[in-house]
T-cell receptor
């Protein structure tokens, strides 16, 4: 799987949009971009994923550049409960099971987002 | 609500004393995963089950074993815990390999 690069930390004012960048310059054509977050002392939580089109769900929006070498996760109105470590992960699309190592989530260091009152 | 449950949330064991962590799911997912997360580090996959098919990651120590007696339950056995095995252990499930993973709250293991 391609590696990702994220800033180690970011601050965001409560109520403002949080824009979390991720670089994945070696991403392959069959690799998706996934975002998970981990609130302190909890398990990671799936947020959103996409291949090349922008995606939106009830939690966030995902903007992927046309060359797919970077993406931005947008939390439109950050709240204190959004304070967490956000992980950007790229992973190949499922084309058939091949045992150990297939389709695993390889977590990088992530971005620690602090939402400030 | 469908969910992934881990018991206990906190486990204390002694150096070298076998310990078992449990995970159950009500999602009826085919795949169950065990991750290890040490302090201030990202989660690291230890192994996973796809139905009854067990898949061990190449760098998972032999000290770690797993059992999946049925679809709903999966256990992590640490045969002889060392001080370096103190960590948060996370269980996750997905409907299929490559699918969105749902994580439990984790079990924090302390080794004395």
């Amino acid at each position: 799987d391609a590696k990702t690069t994220q800033p180690p930390s970011m601050d965001c004012a409560e109520g403002r949009a949080a824009n979390l960048p991720c670089n994945h310059s070696t991403i392959s054509g069959n690799e998706y971009v996934y975002w998970y977050r981990q609130i302190h002392s909890q398990g990671p939580q799936y947020i959103i994923h996409g291949l090349k089109n922008n995606e939106t769900n009830e939690m966030a929006s995902l903007i992927i550049t046309e060359d797919r070498k970077s993406s931005t996760l947008i939390l439109p109105h950050a709240t204190l409960r959004d304070t967490a470590v956000y992980y950007c992960i790229v992973r190949v699309a499922f084309t058939g099971y091949s045992g150990a190592g297939s389709y695993q989530l390889t977590f990088g260091k992530g971005t620690k987002l602090s939402v400030i009152p | 609500d469908a969910m992934v449950i881990q018991n206990p949330r906190y486990q204390v064991t002694q150096f070298g004393k076998p310990v078992t962590l449990s995970c159950s799911q009500t999602l009826n997912h085919n795949v169950m995963y065990w991750y290890q997360q040490k302090s201030s580090q990202a989660p690291k996959l230890l192994f996973h089950y796809y139905d009854k098919d067990f898949n061990n990651e190449a760098d998972t120590p032999d000290n770690f074993q797993s059992r999946r007696p049925n679809t709903s339950f999966c256990f992590l056995d640490i045969r002889s815990p060392g001080l370096g095995d103190a960590a948060m252990y996370l269980c996750a499930t997905s409907l299929r390999p490559g699918g969105e993973q749902f994580f439990g709250p984790g079990t924090r293991l302390t080794v004395l």
